[in-house]
């Protein structure tokens, strides 16, 4: 499984950025996704996830400001950030669940977004 984020940058205060994840040597299809970032200093937190079914489930901090969803025809999820804050600062990394570990087990090079206020 290969998994390759792109999307980050530098953003003010108040900012969009949409993050996407491409996935390769997988059945996409099948597993959720996930959205996880790590800040300096700081262990690494999910942001946002999705199920196969496309049901999505978002960290409180980010809630009604950021909206995960996937392709499965294009085997890319996405993460799109609203209402940035110098808070989501971080290297934000995309996941696929794996059902042998029963966890996020594949993970992305991630991608840094930095918010400036």
């Known amino acids: 499984v290969q998994l390759q984020a792109s999307g980050g940058g530098l953003v003010q205060t108040g900012g969009s950025l949409r993050l996407s994840c491409a996935a390769s040597g997988t059945i996409f299809t099948i597993y959720p996704m996930g959205w996880y970032r790590q800040a300096p200093g700081k262990q690494r937190e999910m942001v946002a996830t999705i199920t196969s079914g496309n049901t999505p489930n978002y960290a409180d901090s980010v809630k009604g400001r950021f909206t995960i969803s996937r392709d499965n025809a294009k085997k890319r999820v996405y993460l799109q950030m609203n209402s940035l804050k110098p808070e989501d600062t971080a290297v934000y990394y995309c996941?696929?669940?794996?059902?042998?570990?029963?966890?996020?087990?594949?993970w992305g090079q991630g991608t840094q977004v930095t918010v400036s206020s």
């Open positions: 996941s696929q669940w794996s059902t042998t570990n029963s966890q996020y087990h594949y």
